[in-house]
Structure formats: C-alpha cells, structure tokens
C-alpha cells in the first residue's frame, strides 16, 4: 500500500472541507467558569459560530452543531478533540448532517492547530 498522507497534508488538502471545533474556560469574576463553544471554518480561518453556558452537555453541544450549519451547509469533516462532552447524541446528529467526524490523537492540540491558536489568541 502507499503511505498515507501525512497530518499536515490531510489539512492542506481538505482546508475546504473541515471545520474545527472546541471548548474553552472563561473564569468569571464570581468564580464562576464559563464554557465557550466554537467553531471554525478551515478555508477562511472563519469563526462561524460560538455560545456560551455554565453548564455544557452532549444535548447541548449537538445543538450547537444543527445551528451553525443549517439547510445542507454542513462540511465534509469535523475536526474535534476526545472530550467526553461529545457523546453519542453529538454524535448522531453530526451523523445525520453527514459530516464525518476526524478525532485528533490524545494530548496533541497540534493537529487542531488553527482553531487552537484562535483560542490562545482569545
């Protein structure tokens, strides 16, 4: 068989195709920690969507996916990290917008570079 590509060359070539998401923390001056969701468009580096809660779920963050992409605009791959957060009602309805989701390796926030340095950047 051929090699495969390499991680850098699946991102390269499929820019048009992905969109990244991932959780951050905002402390608030309370105390209080805030869960910010976000999403971003690989071709343009274009935030395209993103909320807030104190109190994430699987229920909640499948209906942050069905917001952000309405009426068939859904991309090809979703880039997502392991967290727990997206079980198996996120991942029925990323399913059913037929978009196939690509998992980073553990402990490796380089493979989800750009949407990590979005959030270094926040």
């Given amino acids: 068989m051929p090699p495969s590509q390499t991680w ?7 820019a048009n195709q992905l969109a990244s998401i991932d959780f951050f923390t905002v402390p608030t001056i309370t105390f209080r920690n805030l869960y910010c969701f976000i999403i971003l468009l690989h071709a343009r580096h274009l935030v395209i969507h993103f909320n807030v809660t104190e109190h994430p779920t699987a229920g909640w963050t499948a209906q942050q996916i069905i917001e952000a992409f309405p009426d068939e605009t859904a991309p090809r791959y979703l880039l997502r990290d ?13 399913r059913s917008l037929q978009i196939e989701e690509v998992i980073i390796a553990p402990h490796s926030p380089w493979q989800s570079p750009y949407v990590e340095r979005l959030i270094g950047s926040i």
């Fill in 8 to 14: 850098k060359t699946f991102l390269a070539n499929h």
């Fill in 82 to 94: 392991r967290d727990q957060i997206y079980g198996a009602e996120f991942q029925s309805r990323v």
